[in-house]
């Protein structure tokens, strides 16, 4: 038996998680391509595609004790409804085979903006196609384990790598052209470490928690505030950044902020932007 396996081991968020996992026991990671050796860690790598039916019964085969889904696709990226909502079915029905601690993390993205700051339980209503992938992703975690925790987070961060979207404003202000940034856009931004030490204690020690919980950033920042601080901290000149807005945006989410009652109850870290950077 496995003590944990850990989807989405070709991500973001992984190059935190898996290290950080394979200080708790033995680790197994899914994902169709190879994660790179500092992602993979002491992990043994298990090439699997979560759209397919077969995989299933390859997390069947593995007995994992707890499973963290962290795998998902970004907005834009034009395969949200499969990956998302799919893939989490997929990981569902294994673990409700195998008896497996299941945790999924989602997104804030679940929320429509409108009435913030949203708590642990509050009912999703997306306003996006990515938001609705995600929110049927939850349903279907959440109808085939009922003990499962489903983990809505923020944007999430590291001071290990840059992130897909901080690095493309990077390459964009280094060429010399100007960035806007939205000034009415609320996030919470979320600290990899922390996040991933939040999933592992959900996992491996928290286990008879259920349902939806908070976990990002204490500290509620504008889109603009916060690729400010991320950029600056990478060394980026940050003075062509303009500030703009996302409230003509179709289907743009605006004040996302959260509250973390589950979290603070728990211990669960939460540290803000400025505590992580300073």
Request: charged share 20%; aromatic share 4%; net charge negative.
């Amino acid at each position: 038996m496995t003590d944990l396996l850990v989807t989405g081991a070709s991500g973001y968020l992984a190059h935190r998680l898996i290290p950080l996992a394979c200080q708790r026991g033995e680790v197994v990671v899914l994902s169709r391509s190879e994660p790179d050796a500092a992602t993979r860690a002491n992990a043994r790598w298990v090439g699997a595609d979560l759209l397919e039916e077969s995989t299933v019964d390859v997390i069947i085969g593995l007995r994992p004790r707890a499973i963290i889904n962290a795998a998902a696709t970004n907005p834009g990226s034009g395969h949200s409804f499969a990956t998302n909502v799919m893939g989490a079915a997929h990981v569902a029905r294994a673990a409700s085979r195998t008896g497996s601690r299941l945790v999924h993390v989602s997104s804030d993205i679940v929320h429509s903006g409108q009435a913030a700051p949203y708590g642990d339980d509050a009912e999703p209503d997306p306003v996006n196609d990515y938001g609705r992938s995600k929110a049927d992703g939850e349903a279907s975690i959440l109808a085939a384990v009922p003990e499962a925790v489903v983990v809505r987070t923020s944007l999430i961060y590291s001071l290990e790598r840059m992130d897909r979207g901080t690095a493309g404003f990077a390459d964009r202000l280094r060429a010399g052209e100007s960035l806007s940034l939205w000034a009415d856009a609320i996030r919470q931004p979320v600290y990899a470490d922390a996040l991933s030490e939040a999933l592992l204690i959900l996992a491996l020690d928290a286990v008879g928690e259920r349902g939806t919980i908070n976990v990002a950033g204490e500290q509620a920042l504008s889109r603009a505030e916060f690729g400010r601080r991320l950029l600056a901290h990478w060394g980026v000149d940050t003075s062509r950044i303009t500030e703009g807005t996302a409230l003509d945006v179709a289907g743009q989410p605006l004040d996302l902020a959260m509250r973390f009652d589950r979290a603070r109850s728990l211990g669960l870290p939460i540290p803000g932007v400025a505590d992580v950077l300073g």
